[in-house]
Protein backbone atom coordinates (compact mmCIF):
# COMPACT_ATOMS: atom_id res chain seq x y z
CA UNK A 1 0.00 0.00 0.00
CA UNK A 2 2.97 2.40 0.77
CA UNK A 3 4.11 1.97 -3.07
CA UNK A 4 0.68 2.86 -4.58
CA UNK A 5 0.87 5.49 -2.37
CA UNK A 6 3.90 7.10 -3.66
CA UNK A 7 3.14 6.73 -7.00
CA UNK A 8 -0.19 7.08 -7.95
CA UNK A 9 -0.50 10.00 -5.66
CA UNK A 10 1.41 12.65 -3.73
CA UNK A 11 1.18 12.31 0.11
CA UNK A 12 0.82 15.29 1.81
CA UNK A 13 1.21 15.32 5.87
CA UNK A 14 -1.14 18.27 7.85
CA UNK A 15 -0.38 18.13 11.34
CA UNK A 16 -3.49 18.90 13.40
CA UNK A 17 -1.64 20.25 16.04
CA UNK A 18 0.80 22.87 14.92
CA UNK A 19 0.61 26.58 14.07
CA UNK A 20 1.21 28.23 10.53
CA UNK A 21 1.08 26.19 7.37
CA UNK A 22 -0.41 23.51 8.69
CA UNK A 23 -3.60 25.67 10.64
CA UNK A 24 -4.03 27.14 7.98
CA UNK A 25 -4.90 24.27 5.94
CA UNK A 26 -7.07 22.86 8.80
CA UNK A 27 -8.93 25.93 8.63
CA UNK A 28 -9.39 26.04 4.46
CA UNK A 29 -10.80 22.32 4.78
CA UNK A 30 -12.51 22.50 8.16
CA UNK A 31 -10.76 20.26 9.72
CA UNK A 32 -10.89 20.56 13.59
CA UNK A 33 -7.27 20.91 15.67
CA UNK A 34 -6.75 18.15 17.54
CA UNK A 35 -8.97 15.45 15.88
CA UNK A 36 -8.32 12.17 14.56
CA UNK A 37 -6.36 11.34 11.47
CA UNK A 38 -8.16 11.75 8.18
CA UNK A 39 -7.15 11.17 5.46
CA UNK A 40 -8.44 12.93 1.88
CA UNK A 41 -8.09 13.08 -1.64
CA UNK A 42 -7.56 16.11 -3.65
CA UNK A 43 -7.49 17.44 -7.02
CA UNK A 44 -4.68 19.57 -8.34
CA UNK A 45 -6.70 22.75 -7.33
CA UNK A 46 -7.53 21.44 -4.07
CA UNK A 47 -11.30 20.24 -4.33
CA UNK A 48 -12.23 16.88 -2.80
CA UNK A 49 -12.08 13.94 -5.33
CA UNK A 50 -14.18 11.86 -3.42
CA UNK A 51 -16.12 12.85 -0.21
CA UNK A 52 -14.39 13.42 3.28
CA UNK A 53 -14.68 10.27 5.83
CA UNK A 54 -13.01 10.25 9.13
CA UNK A 55 -12.26 7.27 11.05
CA UNK A 56 -10.85 5.26 8.75
CA UNK A 57 -8.42 3.55 9.83
CA UNK A 58 -7.20 0.18 8.30
CA UNK A 59 -5.62 -1.27 5.45
CA UNK A 60 -8.95 -2.63 3.90
CA UNK A 61 -10.60 0.57 4.83
CA UNK A 62 -7.76 3.28 2.93
CA UNK A 63 -7.28 0.96 0.22
CA UNK A 64 -10.82 1.12 -1.02
CA UNK A 65 -11.10 4.48 -0.55
CA UNK A 66 -7.42 4.79 -2.63
CA UNK A 67 -9.57 2.82 -5.73
CA UNK A 68 -12.39 5.20 -5.31
CA UNK A 69 -10.05 8.19 -5.62
CA UNK A 70 -8.26 6.41 -8.45
CA UNK A 71 -11.50 5.75 -10.25
CA UNK A 72 -13.29 9.13 -9.87
CA UNK A 73 -10.92 10.65 -12.26
CA UNK A 74 -10.65 7.69 -14.70
CA UNK A 75 -7.41 6.63 -13.65
CA UNK A 76 -6.44 2.99 -13.63
CA UNK A 77 -6.70 0.68 -10.66
CA UNK A 78 -2.79 -1.02 -10.36
CA UNK A 79 -4.15 -5.00 -9.92
CA UNK A 80 -1.89 -5.05 -6.57
CA UNK A 81 -3.78 -2.54 -5.04
CA UNK A 82 -6.76 -4.59 -5.36
CA UNK A 83 -4.96 -7.77 -3.59
CA UNK A 84 -4.52 -5.44 -0.87
CA UNK A 85 -7.79 -4.77 -0.33
CA UNK A 86 -9.13 -7.97 -0.73
CA UNK A 87 -6.88 -9.19 1.22
CA UNK A 88 -7.28 -7.45 4.22
CA UNK A 89 -11.23 -7.71 3.78
CA UNK A 90 -11.14 -10.53 6.37
CA UNK A 91 -15.21 -9.99 7.51
CA UNK A 92 -15.93 -11.52 3.55
CA UNK A 93 -13.31 -14.50 3.90
CA UNK A 94 -14.35 -17.58 3.54
CA UNK A 95 -13.28 -21.23 3.91
CA UNK A 96 -13.46 -24.53 1.72
CA UNK A 97 -11.37 -27.58 0.69
CA UNK A 98 -11.60 -28.89 -2.23
CA UNK A 99 -9.96 -32.56 -2.91
CA UNK A 100 -8.03 -34.02 -5.68
CA UNK A 101 -5.73 -36.52 -7.07
CA UNK A 102 -2.92 -33.92 -6.93
CA UNK A 103 -2.56 -30.86 -4.46
CA UNK A 104 -0.49 -29.15 -7.22
CA UNK A 105 -2.78 -28.67 -9.59
CA UNK A 106 -5.20 -28.15 -7.52
CA UNK A 107 -3.59 -25.24 -6.42
CA UNK A 108 -2.69 -24.23 -10.00
CA UNK A 109 -6.21 -24.57 -11.42
CA UNK A 110 -8.20 -23.63 -8.32
CA UNK A 111 -6.02 -20.19 -7.72
CA UNK A 112 -6.94 -18.61 -10.72
CA UNK A 113 -10.65 -18.20 -10.56
CA UNK A 114 -11.73 -14.66 -9.77
CA UNK A 115 -12.81 -13.61 -6.41
CA UNK A 116 -9.79 -16.73 -4.84
CA UNK A 117 -7.50 -15.40 -2.09
CA UNK A 118 -5.25 -17.93 -0.88
CA UNK A 119 -4.42 -21.43 -2.03
CA UNK A 120 -3.05 -24.27 0.50
CA UNK A 121 -1.83 -27.62 -0.60
CA UNK A 122 -2.89 -29.97 2.52
CA UNK A 123 -4.62 -33.36 3.58
CA UNK A 124 -8.08 -33.94 5.00
CA UNK A 125 -10.55 -37.33 5.16
CA UNK A 126 -7.52 -38.92 3.55
CA UNK A 127 -7.33 -36.97 0.54
CA UNK A 128 -4.70 -34.67 -0.97
CA UNK A 129 -6.90 -31.13 -0.96
CA UNK A 130 -6.34 -27.83 -1.90
CA UNK A 131 -7.24 -25.32 1.69
CA UNK A 132 -8.96 -22.12 0.04
CA UNK A 133 -10.10 -18.83 1.12
CA UNK A 134 -12.02 -17.00 -1.21
CA UNK A 135 -14.22 -13.38 -0.72
CA UNK A 136 -18.10 -14.44 0.01
CA UNK A 137 -18.57 -11.16 -1.57
CA UNK A 138 -17.05 -11.90 -4.90
CA UNK A 139 -17.69 -15.33 -5.21
CA UNK A 140 -19.94 -18.04 -3.87
CA UNK A 141 -19.01 -21.86 -2.51
CA UNK A 142 -21.37 -23.33 -5.02
CA UNK A 143 -20.04 -21.10 -7.96
CA UNK A 144 -16.14 -21.81 -6.96
CA UNK A 145 -16.95 -25.61 -6.36
CA UNK A 146 -18.30 -25.65 -10.20
CA UNK A 147 -15.35 -24.04 -11.69
CA UNK A 148 -13.32 -26.17 -9.27
CA UNK A 149 -14.97 -29.02 -10.55
CA UNK A 150 -14.60 -28.51 -14.58
CA UNK A 151 -11.11 -28.83 -13.75
CA UNK A 152 -11.65 -32.34 -11.84
CA UNK A 153 -10.44 -30.41 -8.32
CA UNK A 154 -13.64 -31.15 -6.90
CA UNK A 155 -13.67 -34.96 -6.29
CA UNK A 156 -15.05 -33.96 -2.28
CA UNK A 157 -16.22 -29.85 -1.10
CA UNK A 158 -15.33 -29.70 2.43
CA UNK A 159 -16.19 -26.45 4.64
CA UNK A 160 -16.93 -25.38 7.96
CA UNK A 161 -20.43 -26.07 9.87
CA UNK A 162 -22.68 -26.51 7.24
CA UNK A 163 -21.98 -24.43 4.64
CA UNK A 164 -21.86 -27.21 2.05
CA UNK A 165 -25.98 -27.98 2.55
CA UNK A 166 -27.05 -26.04 -0.51
CA UNK A 167 -24.54 -27.41 -2.86
CA UNK A 168 -26.26 -29.81 -5.37
CA UNK A 169 -24.53 -32.77 -6.97
CA UNK A 170 -21.13 -32.86 -5.14
CA UNK A 171 -19.47 -35.22 -2.66
CA UNK A 172 -19.28 -32.69 0.26
CA UNK A 173 -18.14 -33.30 3.94
CA UNK A 174 -17.53 -31.00 7.44
CA UNK A 175 -13.95 -29.11 7.25
CA UNK A 176 -12.56 -29.57 11.07
CA UNK A 177 -9.47 -29.14 12.65
CA UNK A 178 -8.36 -32.96 11.46
CA UNK A 179 -7.35 -30.74 8.58
CA UNK A 180 -3.58 -30.86 8.08
CA UNK A 181 -1.74 -28.44 5.97
CA UNK A 182 1.33 -30.30 3.86
CA UNK A 183 5.18 -29.67 3.78
CA UNK A 184 6.68 -26.93 2.74
CA UNK A 185 7.83 -28.21 -0.45
CA UNK A 186 4.44 -29.13 -1.54
CA UNK A 187 3.00 -25.63 -1.69
CA UNK A 188 2.93 -23.60 -4.67
CA UNK A 189 4.95 -26.17 -7.10
CA UNK A 190 4.75 -24.20 -9.98
CA UNK A 191 6.12 -21.11 -8.73
CA UNK A 192 9.02 -23.16 -7.66
CA UNK A 193 9.85 -23.73 -11.35
CA UNK A 194 10.24 -19.33 -11.42
CA UNK A 195 13.75 -18.73 -10.46
CA UNK A 196 13.87 -15.55 -8.87
CA UNK A 197 10.56 -15.37 -7.01
CA UNK A 198 12.07 -16.09 -3.38
CA UNK A 199 13.74 -12.80 -3.85
CA UNK A 200 10.87 -10.78 -4.94
CA UNK A 201 10.33 -8.24 -1.55
CA UNK A 202 6.72 -8.55 0.22
CA UNK A 203 4.94 -10.96 -1.90
CA UNK A 204 1.58 -11.17 -0.42
CA UNK A 205 -0.56 -14.99 -0.65
CA UNK A 206 -2.71 -13.42 -2.52
CA UNK A 207 -0.14 -12.47 -4.94
CA UNK A 208 1.48 -16.40 -4.39
CA UNK A 209 -1.57 -18.03 -5.00
CA UNK A 210 -2.16 -15.88 -8.32
CA UNK A 211 1.39 -16.37 -9.69
CA UNK A 212 1.36 -20.05 -9.03
CA UNK A 213 -1.66 -20.10 -10.97
CA UNK A 214 -0.99 -18.48 -13.83
CA UNK A 215 2.79 -18.95 -14.72
CA UNK A 216 2.74 -22.16 -16.41
CA UNK A 217 -0.36 -20.44 -19.03
CA UNK A 218 0.88 -16.62 -19.18
CA UNK A 219 3.88 -15.28 -17.35
CA UNK A 220 2.64 -11.51 -18.42
CA UNK A 221 -0.68 -12.29 -16.53
CA UNK A 222 1.36 -13.82 -13.90
CA UNK A 223 3.72 -10.57 -13.74
CA UNK A 224 0.51 -8.32 -14.10
CA UNK A 225 -0.18 -8.82 -10.11
CA UNK A 226 3.58 -7.55 -9.50
CA UNK A 227 3.77 -4.01 -7.76
CA UNK A 228 6.53 -1.97 -10.27
CA UNK A 229 8.94 -2.38 -7.47
CA UNK A 230 8.79 -6.42 -7.11
CA UNK A 231 8.58 -6.30 -11.00
CA UNK A 232 12.18 -4.31 -11.15
CA UNK A 233 13.23 -6.44 -8.12
CA UNK A 234 12.35 -9.87 -10.38
CA UNK A 235 14.33 -8.14 -13.08
CA UNK A 236 17.37 -7.23 -11.51
CA UNK A 237 18.07 -10.64 -10.35
CA UNK A 238 18.07 -12.29 -14.01
Known amino acids: ?10 PVLVYNNRGGEDRKLLE ?4 PAWNYQVVRFLNANGDDIIPRKDRVWSIEGIALRMIEALRAVNRPVPKYLETVAIENDTRNHAVGAFAQHCFWSGEANIGKV ?3 ISTEAGWFDNHEVTRVVYNKKRLSLQSLAKQARSTNSALCVYAPGNETAGLSNFST ?6 YRKS ?7 QISR ?3 TERIPSLTEMQKT ?3 AFITVSRAEALSWLSPRQRRALEADR
Open 183 to 189: KASDQKK
Open 210 to 212: KIN
Open 114 to 116: DGV
Open 28 to 31: RYNE
Open 194 to 196: WKG
Open 173 to 178: GQLDRS
Open 1 to 10: MVEAIEDEFL
